[in-house]
């Protein structure tokens, strides 16, 4: 399997992390116009993180640079799911819609620590 991965977009965290950049945006469409600048904002931003920092840390030869670069994507999760939990303490998001974007960055959460793992396990 390993052996098929070229280039970060044949990463499944990377493609799990596409998917939640995704729904965060169309999801905070509908946020209303006051928040674009705030909660809006925040949240596209440590959405779109994610994905860049599993891209950039891909296409680093050592160890400790993909580490630190798979590591900031998984505090950039923590910042979105912050955020998730301000918008529904707002009243931005429904409790079935916090339900399933929520489970999503838990996804992509858990491939990034694999990714970690795996890192690990190659030195």
Same mark, same amino acid.
Do not use: C
């Given at each position: 399997?390993?052996? =098929?991965? /070229?280039?970060?977009?044949?990463? %499944? *965290?990377?493609?799990?992390?596409? !998917? ?43 160890? =400790?640079? /993909?580490?630190?670069?798979?590591? %900031? *994507?998984?505090?950039?999760?923590? !910042? ?44």
């Amino acid at each position: 399997m390993a052996e =098929n991965i /070229k280039n970060f977009y044949d990463l %499944n *965290a990377w493609k799990k992390a596409r !998917e939640f950049v995704l729904e965060t945006y169309k999801t905070t469409r509908k946020f209303p116009k006051e928040e674009l600048y705030g909660i809006t904002s925040q949240l596209r931003r440590a959405a779109s993180s994610i994905a860049a920092n599993i891209a950039e840390g891909f296409s680093r030869y050592h160890y =400790n640079d /993909k580490t630190r670069f798979y590591h %900031n *994507a998984r505090g950039s999760v923590s !910042e979105a799911q912050n955020f998730l939990f301000l918008a529904k303490d707002l009243s931005l998001l429904r409790e079935d819609e916090f339900k399933d974007i929520f489970g999503l960055s838990e996804e992509v959460n858990k491939l990034i620590n694999g990714l970690v793992r795996s890192i690990g396990n190659q030195k």
